[in-house]
């Protein structure tokens, strides 16, 4: 009602009190439509060009934004130096000033199509709004995506856990762009970082779905990932099972546990998916298959045990240790030397666990 409004379809009568229309002129002139999606997109491509254009990359920014991230990034080189297959949006978004954002936001709140709050923030009048501006883009969401995260990425600075998001977030929409080593490189050490922001906001199902993604990225990277990333699959594949199951992604956890036990070259680089594969049975109370999975590794490392221990191998061992610490005061075995062998300090750690 509104629209027809604003548009002049129908107007308020002094004399009746009531409306004044014409009905053939509203059928012919106004999209008449159940879809709500067709409505509100036929209101926006009504608007100027600039105006489509400011609202078609604050939807990109997100459901809430603020007047100046528009003309930041309306500034910023990471935006006008990217290529849209759109030339009309090309040609629109590089003659945009940022001096022009809060005049073009004046005329959209005007439209009804956003709503500015007390706190100085917009937000789009309905979600599909947003979600029709977002369509609009086409072919070009990647393009945008990529330069929005560019934009991002070259703010973040130490901590900045949302900054970071932002920019994984909308890097992430933008695979396509990781095709050469820098930029691959890049995006998944961004994933990593926004992984550990995540857990730092002790939010773990968004850390495992950034760590996931950068695990995907390397494994997608080439037919044979554990042969040309072997150092980096490693780091982010222990990374990223520790990460699930900590989300409590037991599945996913153990599956990139056989992986790594299967792929990593030696004992050393298995101790770390090993630890947190019993920790994943241990959780899903598997404690016969947590002990066998220890007593397993710990025979690789050189420690065996009885297959059928009796009081008498418990005994015999309670035994030995008295023997060993006899003569041994506390404070003597305080100031004994620390274990330095990184194999006995395994057996140690996998002995506690299981």
Not at 30 to 59: G, M
Request: aromatic share 8%; with cysteine.
């Amino acid at each position: 009602v509104q629209d027809l409004q604003a548009r002049k379809l129908i107007r308020r009568s002094a004399d009746s009190h009531g409306w004044d229309f014409d009905v053939d002129r509203i059928a012919s002139e106004t999209v008449v439509s159940e879809n709500l999606a067709e409505v509100l997109a036929s209101k926006i491509h009504r608007l100027d060009p600039p105006l489509q254009v400011v609202l078609l990359l604050a939807s990109f920014v997100g459901f809430q934004f603020y007047q100046t991230d528009l003309e930041l990034l309306v500034g910023s080189t990471d935006i006008q130096n990217v290529s849209f297959r759109d030339q009309f949006l090309q040609h629109t978004l590089r003659s945009l000033k940022p001096t022009l954002i809060k005049k073009c936001l004046k005329a959209c709140k005007r439209e009804g199509v956003i709503i500015r709050q007390k706190s100085g923030q917009y937000i789009f009048s309905h979600d599909r709004i947003r979600q029709c501006l977002y369509k609009m883009a086409g072919e070009d969401k990647e393009v945008l995506h990529y330069g929005i995260g560019m934009y991002y990425f070259n703010k973040i600075v130490k901590q900045n856990d949302n900054v970071l998001i932002q920019a994984t977030e909308h890097l992430n929409q933008a695979l396509s762009f990781a095709n050469d080593e820098e930029a691959f490189q890049r995006l998944v050490k961004l994933n990593e970082q926004a992984a550990r922001g995540a857990i730092r906001k002790v939010s773990y199902f968004k850390a495992a779905a950034y760590s996931r993604v950068a695990l995907n990225l390397i494994r997608n990277k080439s037919r044979n990932p554990w042969e040309t990333h072997y150092t980096t699959m490693l780091n982010v594949a222990n990374k990223c099972a520790e990460i699930e199951y900590c989300a409590g992604n037991f599945k996913q956890c153990q599956e990139i546990v056989d992986e790594i036990m299967i792929m990593a070259s030696d004992l050393d680089e298995k101790t770390g998916a090993c630890f947190i594969g019993i920790q994943c049975l241990r959780a899903q109370d598997q404690f016969e298959e947590a002990i066998e999975t220890g007593a397993s590794f710990l025979r690789k490392l050189g420690e065996s045990f009885p297959s059928n221990p009796s009081s008498t191998h418990v005994f015999i061992r309670v035994y030995k240790t008295r023997k060993m610490l006899r003569n041994l005061s506390d404070t003597a075995i305080l100031a004994l030397p620390k274990l330095k062998s990184k194999g006995m300090i395994d057996m140690v750690k996998l002995l506690g666990q299981t």
